[in-house]
T-cell receptor
Framework: SQTIHQWPATLVQPVGSPLSLECTVEGTSNPNLYWYRQAAGRGLQLLFYSVGIGQISSEVPQNLSASRPQDRQFILSSKKLLLSDSGFYLC???????????FGPGTRLTVT | TQLLEQSPQFLSIQEGENLTVYCNSSSVFSSLQWYRQEPGEGPVLLVTVVTGGEVKKLKRLTFQFGDARKDSSLHITAAQPGDTGLYLCAGDRRSSARQLTFGSGTQLTVLP
């Protein structure tokens, strides 16, 4: 069966510090991968998606970036965090042919 | 831009009551998913509807996809406290990367 991992679970970082969130998927090959951000109790905003190694598409201009160094690894980064980067970050995967997306447990980021 | 509007935004009911959550758009979706999310966790897929007019039942939950594939509803019969959570609809944009457009969510609280 497929599983998706995210870490860390929670993170408190000062403004201006760098960020690296990691997501890995097990039990599947060549998944589509997604990074979302969610405000408290609200819907999900798609940040980045990837259909393959090294292939990253951005949905929203911001100071965040994403990379996919391996087939089942997706990384969300920032060189300098802003207060507005605080939120709940979710990684998800889908098969290359399926409609459904499956989510990781999320990372709660607080920028102080 | 394809937008999904969910209503109501908040719903608080007593155990045993019935409820309906709506998800509406002016755009056509090739499929629509419903997710439930609990605090501090990632959304969990409940159902996917693909065909206009389709009705799917999952125990006490009934999902319907509109004939024109622009809207969907979720009906819960005899709600229980365990149904409490954030309900999210998401439409498939039929892109190569299978991006989903998420609704703003309905926060359901079922009181014992």
């Amino acid at each position: 069966s497929q599983t998706i991992h995210q870490w860390p679970a929670t993170l408190v970082q000062p403004v201006g510090s760098p960020l690296s969130l990691e997501c890995t998927v097990e039990g599947t090959s060549n998944p589509n991968l997604y990074w979302y951000r969610q405000a408290a109790g609200r819907g999900l905003q798609l940040l980045f998606y990837s259909v393959g190694i090294g292939q990253i598409s951005s949905e929203v201009p911001q100071n965040l970036s994403a990379s996919r160094p391996q087939d089942r690894q997706f990384i969300l980064s920032s060189k300098k965090l802003l207060l507005s980067d605080s939120g709940f970050y979710l990684c998800a995967w889908s098969s290359s042919t399926g409609y459904e997306q499956y989510f990781g447990p999320g990372t709660r980021l607080t920028v102080t | 831009t394809q937008l999904l509007e969910q209503s109501p935004q908040f719903l608080s009911i007593q155990e045993g009551e019935n409820l309906t959550v709506y998800c509406n758009s002016s755009s056509v979706f090739s499929s629509l998913q419903w997710y439930r999310q609990e605090p501090g966790e990632g959304p969990v897929l409940l159902v996917t509807v693909v065909t206009g007019g389709e009705v799917k039942k999952l125990k006490r939950l009934t999902f319907q996809f509109g004939d024109a594939r622009k809207d969907s509803s979720l009906h819960i019969t005899a709600a229980q406290p365990g149904d409490t959570g954030l309900y999210l609809c998401a439409g498939d944009r039929r892109s190569s990367a299978r991006q989903l457009t998420f609704g703003s969510g309905t926060q359901l609280t079922v009181l014992p």
